[in-house]
Structure formats: structure tokens, C-alpha cells
């Protein structure tokens, strides 16, 4: 799987689990698709993490923290949710879809820190559990001063690498850190 780099300190790894493509099946061979996608994702991602042992684990993509719990060890997990956590309330999902929100709420339990966009969406989610932050989607300075002194000096992010994204401000803003923190 390739490894594409933005710079020296930057790369992007394509674990290629094209999760999209269960939609090309139904009923049980869907469920038979999304399988074996998540076992190849669990495995090719614990393969990356072994490779370059990160400080760090951040993902945006909830349905995906189960496997990355399963494969993290010992590194922290920070899980940016864009939702209120009773938000399956307001869709009206199937009993199935029911029980896989369930399940992937119940994983997101698990990570170190849960980040919300808003002080609603954190409120709601400290109705289960103690270990939720804010950051709002609009760029803010650390007034604290107060920075990570974890060494490695690596950090996955984990979802859609696409425009809507905007993973070129991270690569921005890693290069800041870089700088800052050689």
C-alpha cells in the first residue's frame, strides 16, 4: 500500500478498506462485505501502528473506533464526534441500526477523550460519560501554553482523505508543531 508524502514530516498511508463498496451488496452479503472490510482494516492498521509506534490516535470516522480500540494498545485514542449522543432519537433507524449505533457508542466509552464541536453536543455526551472536551470548529490558540512532551512525535488521523477534510490545514498546522517543537 503506498505511503504518499506531503513533506519529510508528513504522509498519508492508505490502508485500502474501501468501506464504500458494501453498497454494492445486500441483506447478508452486505453484512458478509462489511466483515471482511473491517478485519482488513483491523489488521492492516495495527500493521501501521506497530510501524510507526505514534503518541497519538485521533479519529473523526465513530463507526470505525471499535476497530481502532481493537488494535490501538497502549496508545490514547481521541474521538471527535459530530453529533449529539442521542442522536439516533432523531433519525428513526431500524432495529438493526439501532443496535450498531449502540455498539459504536458504546466504543467510543472507550477512548481517552471525547471532542465535540459545541458545549451542547459535550453536555449531552457527559450524560454517559466524564471524559468529553470542546474544540469548535473554528481555529483557536492555546491560551494555556501547556504542550504534549510525548516523544515519538507522530499522530494518525484516521478518516476520509478528502477536500471536505481540509487535511492540508493539518499538514499546515503539524508543521507548526514541527517548528515549534523540533
Not at 485521533?58 to 442522536?87: N, R, W, Y
Not at 441500526?97 to 449502540?102: D, H, L, S, T
Not at 466509552?109 to 449531552?124: G, S, Y
Amino acid at each position: 500500500f503506498p505511503t504518499r508524502r506531503s513533506s519529510d514530516l508528513i504522509s498519508h498511508k492508505d490502508l485500502d478498506a474501501r468501506f464504500h463498496t458494501q453498497y454494492l451488496y445486500s441483506g447478508l452479503m452486505r453484512w458478509f462485505k462489511i466483515v471482511q472490510i473491517h478485519i482488513k482494516f483491523i489488521r492492516e492498521f495495527r500493521h501501521y501502528i506497530r510501524q510507526i509506534q505514534p503518541d497519538l490516535i485521533v479519529s473523526a470516522k465513530f463507526e470505525l473506533v471499535g476497530d481502532i480500540i481493537k488494535s490501538k494498545g497502549h496508545i490514547p485514542l481521541i474521538v471527535e464526534v459530530h453529533t449529539i449522543f442521542k442522536h439516533s432519537l432523531y433519525e428513526k433507524p431500524s432495529f438493526l441500526r439501532n443496535i450498531y449505533n449502540q455498539y459504536n457508542r458504546r466504543n467510543v466509552f472507550h477512548a481517552e477523550r471525547i471532542v465535540t464541536l459545541t458545549n451542547a453536543d459535550a453536555e449531552d455526551w457527559r450524560t454517559k460519560c466524564r471524559h468529553v472536551s470542546v474544540i469548535p470548529n473554528l481555529v483557536s490558540l492555546n491560551s494555556t501554553s501547556q504542550y504534549c512532551s510525548y516523544s515519538s512525535k507522530s499522530v494518525i488521523f484516521v478518516g476520509r482523505f478528502e477536500t471536505q477534510k481540509d487535511i492540508g490545514s493539518l499538514f499546515a498546522i503539524w508543521q507548526i508543531v514541527h517548528d515549534k517543537h523540533p
